[in-house]
């Protein structure tokens, strides 16, 4: 199994909305709802951020939203803020209790 | 509040092997599958295997890449999960973490434990 594919960086000005994307199959992110977005600062442990596609769990910024179409993944955060420069990762189910990161991607607040 | 505690960091020689612990506290241990996911320096997450730790359900479920190489086990009476990586090289040298959470989500992430391959 291969890793998810992601744009390895992404940037914005403050304020702005970015998008990022994370590809699969038909094996993983086209055949269940099952993904999850996660935010990396340096040093520090992952962070969910979005889960089951589109959920946000409590304390997470209604900034940060996902969605899904075919076999792409999408997390998009709105009203750029400088907090927001981290390193994001998704996830998806694979089957058979299995999980698979996508590549990263790196954003970077202008 | 849930709490993923590990062991501490790690230097092992290539060939060898180690086994990295990560203790629950705050949930019901059998609640959530407990997963491990490592990063080598400056790379990206990887997902390496899971178990639900309840005895009757037992087994493991691994990356196709760490088949045969890691074993994840989970003792209830500790509320403690391990995870052994065997025949270590210099591409194992890694943080490892323990990853828990509802569904397929990993809410709950234990600190990290750096273990480090070096002759």
């Known amino acids: 199994q291969s890793a998810l594919t992601q744009p390895a960086s ?12 994370c590809t699969g199959t038909s094996s993983d992110v086209g055949s269940y709802s099952l993904v999850s977005w996660y935010q990396q600062h340096p040093g520090k442990a992952p962070k969910v951020m979005i889960y089951e596609v589109s959920k946000r769990p409590s304390g997470v910024s209604n900034r940060f939203s996902g969605s899904k179409s075919g076999h792409s993944a999408f997390l998009t955060i709105s009203g750029l803020q400088a907090e927001d420069e981290a390193d994001y990762y998704c996830c998806s189910y694979a089957g058979s209790s299995t999980r698979l990161f996508g590549t990263g991607t790196k954003v970077t607040v202008l | 509040q849930v709490q993923l505690v590990q062991s501490g960091a790690e230097v ?30 400056g790379q990206g997450l990887e997902w390496m295997g899971g178990i639900i730790p309840i005895s009757i359900f037992g087994t493991a479920n691994y990356a196709q890449r760490f088949q045969g190489r890691v074993t994840i086990t989970a003792d209830e009476s500790t509320t403690t999960a391990y995870m052994e990586l065997s025949s270590l090289t210099s591409d194992d040298t890694a943080v490892y973490y323990c990853a ?4 397929a989500a990993f809410v709950y992430w234990g600190q990290g434990t750096l273990v480090t391959v070096s002759s």
């Open chain 2, 12 to 41: 092992k020689k290539p060939g060898s092997s180690v086994k990295v612990s990560c203790k629950a506290s705050g949930v019901t241990f059998s609640s959530y599958s407990i997963n491990w996911v490592r990063q080598a320096p």
């Open chain 2, 100 to 103: 828990s959470g509802p569904g």
């Open chain 1, 10 to 21: 992404v940037s914005g000005s403050p304020g702005q909305s970015i998008t990022i994307s």
